[in-house]
């Protein structure tokens, strides 16, 4: 998948997400693949685009379905966007898809 790339952050290897984020839903879930350039993985978040509520669920939720610590999840940028880009150090994409189209 074209959203999840192998990447490299100061000499530690991990996956590169291209999300494509939805706030204020009624539940957090995969929504699939988001439709732009580059594609994006498209997640519906239960919480308002506001004082950090979204950015902060969507670490916990790709934590918990890639099965890491939050502290190995870093959003890189879009944090003020609903496209944003999160790397997951120590998971390599392959992996990261697997678990991720699972849920």
Known sequence: MEWAKDHEIKGERGTLLLLYVQPGASKTAIK??????PPRLKISVAAPPVENAA?????????????????????VSGESS?????????IDANASVILLTEE
């Open 32 to 37: 699939g693949e988001f439709a732009s350039t």
């Open 55 to 75: 950015n902060t669920l969507v670490i916990k939720f790709i934590a918990d379905v890639l099965g890491v610590s939050k502290s190995r999840v870093h959003m």
């Open 82 to 90: 609903r496209q944003k880009n999160v790397w997951v150090s120590g």
